[in-house]
């Protein structure tokens, strides 16, 4: 599976995804409505992306992050929660904000005159990550290990979940060998080398994180004795920079409503009959938003609610075979290129 950040992601998979309504390819200009949005039982934020997505011809899309919405979550008591829009097109809660199991949502979109609304949705129970374990396999085109999780369902559960797994791994640069166009030794300011007496370098090291873009769901019938064992979550290819050091990998296992199991079963099977995630979709996604203006208007996206379990692992270096292990490139560029030099609290 590859990787990439969880908005191009998400991007891409809506995009990529299908529906009954045949996508007319030949018609550029159209700009259409996509919403992503999910909360959840944890703690927040909570997020909403907007976006519009254009058709500017045969198999090319362009994305337009949409500012200026009001965005409202409403729950079945009637209590709206504004929320804030923290950047171009994400709109978030405050770190309060969390869903309660068994209550009703619905997402109110206010842009441009239009009023857009979500079905309702309502949070219902996940099961638990029993474990997460990982096996080498050396005989696939790339080295990789595959991840796998046992889990399980609660007797009020519905089985319908999704499991998704997002990773970060550190990385180290030597900015302080950085060379110019002439290929002169040229400092990067970040590495402290240049200054008198030199300074601890803050582009070094670095901390780079994504989410895995595959979908894995389930229904009843994967469950035996309310035990769903040895289910694939992830691939993650021996590569030099992601076992520099040591890999992270977090798991989430959601609740899925039958609207949002059906939504992600129609991504995934698009995802498993293209050669590529970048072909043009021959069909469109229609999740549960909806133009309240303008019915006949077409809104792409889902807006979900979900339970949320959680479990994760390290993989270090000295887990990959001797004759395995991946050569350390020589970097010599601003690691804050790749990610963030924050550590993690946890690593």
Known sequence: MKF????????IILLCACCV????????????????????????????SLSYSSNVGVG????????????????????????????AGFYQTDSTYSAQKGKNYFIRIKLNNQIYESDIETLLPVGQLDSLFFKLNTTSPVNQFEVYA??????????LMRWRSSFIYQIYTQPSLHTDENGRI?????SGASTIPATACTCCTCWVSGQNTGVIISDESNFNNNKFNNNLVANIPIGDQQFE???????DL????????????LVRSEQTGATSLFQPASVRVRGNVHSMTNPNEQVLGLFQVSS?????????????????QPVTPFVTDDCRAQGTNVRPPFW
């Open 150 to 159: 046992n889990s399980s369902k609660s007797a009020m559960s519905t089985g």
């Open 254 to 265: 959601l609740s899925l409503s039958t609207v949002a199991y059906d939504f992600w079963n």
């Open 60 to 87: 090319k899309f362009t994305r337009e992050l949409i500012s200026g919405a009001v965005v409202i979550i409403i729950d079945g008591g009637g209590t709206q929660t504004q929320m804030n829009e923290v950047a």
């Open 245 to 251: 050091f040591k890999y992270y990998l977090r798991v």
């Open 21 to 48: 309504d045949p996508f007319n390819t030949s018609l550029p200009g159209n700009k259409t409505v996509v919403v992503d949005g999910l909360i959840t039982d944890q703690s927040g934020p909570q997020t909403v």
């Open 308 to 324: 949320v379990f959680s479990k994760s692992i390290f993989i270090n270096r000295n887990d990959i075979p001797v004759n395995l």
């Open 186 to 190: 040229s400092p990067l300011p970040c």
């Open 4 to 11: 990439c950040s969880s908005h191009k992601a998400i991007f």
